[in-house]
């Protein structure tokens, strides 16, 4: 990156130690306006949309995991390819689509397997979608950056061939905020993706008419593509929000599971102490399905969780004891209510969605009581400052020399390095790298990266202090006895439903709101605990989606299905 002189850039602000996490936010602000704010705004505008089906993914059969005689691998495909052909134009949500051809083939051999009983999984024949920085040998991985347009990856992602081997189909490569910075789908090099709700069913002619709203980051390419039933799920990820919210804004199920439960061989890294593969729905069953399918050891990926860690993790759950004996599907768990999350910039509408949430897990047996997580004020500076940091030094590797974009400039003053980071990467990317390689120099270490370390922990510990069951990381203990622990947490995803899109993209935004937008889901991923985004209502004239999030403890995967489910089933019934 050109004239990144940290050390400089400390001095020309004149940034003292003061007080966390005013430091940061002020950090923020001075570095904001000296980078070029004139990448944007490419081509939003001239083809937005509106009204798809969503939630329960009904259109042409696309949501039924097991197929059947009407509903086979073959009518699922040609849907699929359908879809893709009718409305990706519009959306942009897969920048690269597999050779139809080669689907139909794959589909006609599935359905062969289906027909003799020999089908390799529930997914055998179904058409999966993957986020442009999940690498596979089949098409490109270019994590949206011009740095790797013609990347074409010599191996595919273990998630990734965990499904192939069970049968998936590979549908296309998503759209996604460039190396995966970002909350809108909106820093691309592809262009951005449009949220597709409101779109489905209505005249292609009139698509341009429709205003385009964002369909959340940063794997909104996935979400989209879910959404749109141009495919039947896709993998993203997941590192302060970006699978979770793009479901929540897209109207499915958007799932991340505890850290080490996926291995990330493959996944092109952002920042690798948080960075977790996840799924996107149109259920939770489906996100079970593929999560069994896909969380195993790897030791390709040493933070991937072994099988005995796995199995220690299962042993140390003890069995919820329903002291009153109650028959209703959560008799017997204690639902937290996070006080902290109950955030200013909450939108009326989404604070009563919550209210509504909290009532259907009473109904159902639950047993729902406040909680206080004290630091949550400090995860969103936390977070940016750790994912920078990380992202400075991950991004390194992009120099022009060993693979992806090199710079054909050459002149006496700035070498190669300069040129080919400066023209490769977007210019929220080099905001990131800025901040990150700032905070890592020797004269502010101190002061931001180990202070957000100390934050982390700070945030781990206020959860294990509230769950009921142990931490097998932080070595936490049992706390089932404790009537005022619990096992699951509920909160909104998002302070609202999806923004327009010219209301987050373009010279007149602060950058600053967009990552106020990882307010909710930030916390789970700085304690690498699981959590889902399910859909639950919509709101407002246009009738957006809107999120609730479920969270447990680490390595509790199934608690988050078992509550989600609840909340899915409620939503179905008003969304
Ligand atoms: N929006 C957050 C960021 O830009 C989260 C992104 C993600 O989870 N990949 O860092």
Redesign the pocket.
Known sequence: MRGCDCVGVRAHFGIKRERWPHAFIRLLRQLIPMLSTSLLRRTIGTQPLRRFSTGTGAEKGMARPIFNESYTPISAATAALENISKYNKYLNAFVDVADPETVRDQAKEAAHRWEIGQAKSALDGTIMGYKMNLCTKELRTTCASAMLENFQAPYTATAIELLQEAGAITGGKANM?EF????HNVFSNAGPTRNPHGIMGRAIETLDEVEGRSPG???GGSAAAVASNMCFAALG???????R?PASYCGIVGFKPSYGRISRWGLVA??SS??TVGTLTKTVDDAKTIYDIISKEDLKDSTCLTQRQRDSIEKAKKPIRDTKQGSKPLSGIRVGIPQEFNVTELSPATKALWRRGIQTLKDEGATVVPVSLPNTKLAVGA??TL?TAEASSNLQRYDGIRYGHQSEERDEKNALYSHTRSEGFGK?VRR?ILLGTYVLTSGSFDNFFLRAQKIRQMIRRDFDSIFARPNMITGSLDGEGDASRVHALLTPVAVTAAPKLEDVVGDHIDPIN??M??IL??PA?LAGLPAMSVPFATYGDDGFPVGLQVMSQYGDEEMVFKVARIIEKKGRETL
């Open positions: 905020d995966g910075m970002g909350s980051g940063s794997s990820s997941d590192t302060g929000g970006s699978v919210l952002y920042a948080l960075d977070y940016f994912a929220e990131r967009a990552y937008d990882d889901t930030i991923s």
